[in-house]
């Protein structure tokens, strides 16, 4: 069983940046993909970035691409999820999760089998 423990989340003003960090109980790289996710109340689970551990191939959702950057530090079984330029419509709880298939489909939340329990970020304007 793979703990997933998130943090970093926080309030912040439109413009501003958060880190996010996803520690993991065991190796990340058995994983085959991690992921950040974002809810927010009565909408759906919505990927947000995703790593191949072993590759270091990265995905991004359209709305975050050129702000936020995903990144692992294997020594410390570690996956960060840096938000730069922050926004209001990024609001939401922000999950980590791991998996370990890869069908092509980064963002589909069927191929992670562990998830975290969340971290709130709150971006005001």
């Known amino acids: 069983q793979v703990q997933l423990v998130e943090s970093g989340g926080g309030s912040v003003q439109a413009g501003g940046s958060l880190r996010l960090s996803c520690s993991s109980s065991?190796?990340?790289?058995?994983?085959?993909?991690m992921g950040w996710f974002r809810q927010v109340p009565g909408k759906e689970r919505e990927g947000v970035a995703v790593i191949m551990t072993g590759f270091s191939r990265r995905y991004y959702t359209d709305s975050v691409k050129g702000r936020f950057t995903i990144s692992q530090d294997n020594a410390k079984n570690t996956v960060y999820l840096q938000m730069n330029r922050l926004q209001p419509e990024d609001t939401a709880m922000y999950y980590c999760a791991a998996g370990g298939l890869w069908r092509g489909r980064p963002f589909d939340t069927n191929d992670y089998h562990y998830w975290g329990q969340g971290t709130q970020v709150t971006v005001s304007s």
């Open positions: 065991e190796n990340i790289r058995r994983s085959m993909i």
